[in-house]
């Protein structure tokens, strides 16, 4: 029920935030390296103060366990989605709720945004990938073809790409423009929980981690695993 802030220099714990009532989920730092936000299975979203340690906003309206946190690359937005299949968007600056967007029909397990800070792109227990506008507020893709759910989204540095891990034991790399899945990597042998994508010297990699245990990394040039 707390988040602890170690030391990268001498691997000491130098912070211990507390005050969800359960289990921390999510955890993402903003831009500015000031603020931390963690998401609980108490339903809340919590803001704390890296330097201090205190607790700062209380962002309330989930009303079922927080499972995924985001913030905006501007630094502007908190967005959020949970066990009640909704992703929502705070000001970081004073916790008021700005947007609920609804349409997933499943738990929102993951969440990304896309560097220009235009679009939020959702994971769910649907088995869906979900992509919503900042600027209109509405869903305006849906990206399907996972056979169970969607455990992990990342988006490409360019802001073009979207990629995917799923309980179907496939990452996937999507066309942001037209939704059209690019590619199918496959190699883990259970649930892929976690991707990212990264520079490479001949190419973007993207690695996915699983629940058996191992972390693969693909290129984008060849697709090997």
């Not at 502007?76 to 967007?101: C, P, Y």
Request: charged letters at 20%.
């Amino acid at each position: 029920m707390s988040v602890r802030v170690w030391s990268l220099a001498s691997g000491e714990e130098v912070r211990r935030l507390q005050g969800h009532t359960r289990g921390v989920t999510s955890l993402a730092v903003a831009p500015d390296g000031q603020h931390i936000v963690s998401g609980s299975g108490d339903n809340s979203v919590r803001v704390w103060l890296l330097a201090s340690g205190k607790e700062v906003r209380l962002l309330e309206g989930h009303t079922h366990a927080v499972l995924s946190i985001a913030i905006t690359p501007n630094g502007l937005h908190i967005v959020s989605g949970g066990e009640d299949s909704t992703v929502r968007m705070w000001s970081l600056a004073n916790g008021k709720e700005l947007q609920r967007f609804d349409g997933h029909g499943g738990k929102v397990i993951s969440l990304a945004v896309t560097p220009c800070n235009g679009y939020i792109v959702s994971g769910s227990d649907d088995k869906t990938v979900r992509l919503w506008s900042l600027a209109s507020r509405a869903e305006v893709g849906r990206f399907e073809g996972h056979a169970g759910g969607v455990r992990a989204v990342a988006v490409a540095p360019d802001g073009q790409q979207i990629v995917s891990g799923s309980e179907d034991m496939t990452v996937r790399v999507w066309s942001l423009a037209n939704g059209e899945e690019i590619r199918r990597l496959e190699g883990h042998t259970e649930s892929v929980l976690f991707v990212a994508v990264t520079p490479g010297p001949d190419g973007e990699r993207i690695v996915g981690s699983s629940k058996d245990q191992s972390v693969r990394v693909w290129s984008t040039a060849t697709e090997s695993g």
